[in-house]
């Protein structure tokens, strides 16, 4: 395989000027219409499509309202509206857990802070970055999902494999006007191009500038 190589920071920032200009519209791609439905959402959705997830949630929405709703239900009986996602009874836990200190420390409000959201349950630094952008307007960080993990690397951004040295790699590299869109429009460049396993490198909009980190066979 070849020597793994990090595009020179003039060519990083043309890869992403072109990724923004092919995706200009591109948003957080679970639904959700307050702070507690997006926190429930996206604990549901670590290693779970997002279809999945926005499949499930009308309903469970539909049946907890509050914070009190959720910490005051059995595993049991969320688990009748979860049970398609993975993981879905370490999830439920981690929901009753975080609800619960919702309601006990924050009077059932999601707290808008970085330091406090990681001290919940089911929430990593990935998760607490999607809430603070999405129902906050706050931009602190680069969500890093496994669609960031692994464009990062094909594209030559970042060398890391671990999140949390990617998003510091993106955020020293990029401007912070650039922070809150950056990972659906890689995550939406996957999905279209970029897929796991032969990417459309033919079509890439990236293909003169992409090193092709890992890439083993491509169309």
Known sequence: MKD???????????????????????????????????????????????????????????KYKTARDYAGSSEAELLKYTSKVTFAGNKVKNIIKTASILSEKYDGK??????ELLKLPGVGRKTANTILINAYGKVEGIPVDTWVIKLAARIGLSKSQKP?????????????SHWKKIAYIMKEHGHEICHSTAPLCSKCVLKDICPKNGVVGSK
Do not use: C, G, H, W
């Not at 999601?110 to 330091?115: N, Q, S």
């Not at 998003?167 to 401007?175: G, H, Q, R, V, Y």
């Open 110 to 115: 999601v707290p808008d802070k970085m330091e």
């Open 164 to 176: 949390d040295d990617i998003e510091k790699d993106l955020m020293s590299l990029l401007e912070k």
């Open 4 to 62: 793994f190589v990090l595009l020179p920071k003039k060519s990083a920032l043309t890869a992403i000027e072109i990724l923004e200009k092919t995706y200009p519209n591109q948003k957080y791609y679970l639904n959700f219409s307050n702070p507690l439905e997006l926190i429930v959402a996206a604990i549901l959705s670590a290693q779970t499509r997002d279809t999945v997830v926005n499949s499930i949630t009308p309903e469970l929405f539909k």
